[in-house]
């Protein structure tokens, strides 16, 4: 069955340490994106990919980062977690031709930074 | 940047109600899309009308698009308890690429 899958579902985690979010498709999409989003808020992109080797910041700006080596991975990476990064980070894709597709969206992961 | 807002921010009803939720953005869109959110999961996407469409339904749902002003509504007909949750409008703004902007959402509460 084709889908997202990110991992971990919730992590607590103390300042300082270095994490990576999962997020993984089984769609060969080549679009890919981060969201973070904020109980009850709205979602904000803070990164995306058009394809393989191609990443680019998104309208908020975020002290993480990405690679995207194999199309159907896209991980995030934070080399020192802080509490101020707490939130719902959420994984999406979508397909390559055009803009008239849905994004499909992960489960999300829920960090907390204590 | 926040897109839009929609509203109302939140809306209590019965089962068997319809339900109407706005949505007004800022730029020139490509299409905009309706997508659900069940309590902190991850979304689901709904609907798609394209910035020359004026309606479009799908099942129980019915999205109309007003570009003139700026504003696009959703309707659940015959609302149910499993209906509960937030939706959010998205735009895919013109030369935009393919992200999508996110409106502040609606809470839709539906009562047995």
């Known amino acids: 069955e084709a889908d997202i899958y990110q991992t971990p579902r919730y992590l607590v985690i103390g300042t300082g340490k270095k994490i990576t979010l999962e997020c993984s498709q089984t769609m060969g999409h080549d679009k890919m994106y981060w969201y973070q989003q904020d109980p009850g808020m709205e979602l904000h992109l803070i990164h995306y990919?058009?394809?393989?080797?191609?990443?680019e910041k998104g309208d908020l700006s975020s002290e993480s980062t990405v690679s995207r080596i194999r199309t159907e991975h896209f991980p995030l990476t934070l080399e020192s977690a802080r509490p101020s990064h707490t939130s719902q980070y959420l994984c999406?894709?979508?397909?390559?031709?055009?803009?008239?597709?849905?994004?499909?969206f992960g489960s999300g992961t829920r960090l907390t930074v204590v | 940047s926040q897109q839009g807002e929609e509203d109302p921010q939140a809306l209590s009803i019965q089962e068997g109600e319809n339900a109407t939720m706005n949505c007004s953005y800022k730029t020139s869109i490509n299409n905009l899309q309706w997508y659900r959110q069940n309590s902190g999961r991850g979304l689901v996407h709904l609907i798609l009308i394209r910035s020359n469409e004026r309606e479009k339904h799908s099942g129980r749902l019915r999205v109309t698009l007003d570009t003139s002003k700026k504003s696009s509504s959703l309707l659940i007909t015959a609302s149910r308890a499993a209906d509960t949750a937030s939706y959010f409008c998205?735009?895919?703004?013109?030369?935009?690429?393919?992200?999508?902007?996110f409106g502040t959402g609606t809470q839709l509460k539906v009562e047995l």
């Open positions: 999406a894709s979508s397909p390559g031709q055009g803009s008239f597709y849905g994004y499909t």
């Open positions: 990919s058009y394809g393989v080797n191609s990443t």
């Open positions: 998205a735009t895919v703004d013109t030369g935009g690429g393919n992200k999508l902007t």
